[in-house]
């Protein structure tokens, strides 16, 4: 393989990288955000304050 072969697929292996991480940490935010709201749901259940709009 020629340098430049290697060089073009060592930039594709880490933009890969990074977007397969960017996917991950986006799901992984999307959850916490569930679990957030759900939490929230519960609490304003157990107190007798009104909801916020």
Known sequence: MEPFSWLLAANVFVWLGLGGYTLFLSRK???LF???QQLEHTT????????KP
Request: glycine content about 8%; proline content about 7%; hydrophobic content about 15%.
């Open 29 to 31: 935010q999307q959850k």
């Open 34 to 36: 569930r679990r957030l």
């Open 44 to 51: 304003r259940q157990g107190s007798s304050l009104p909801d």
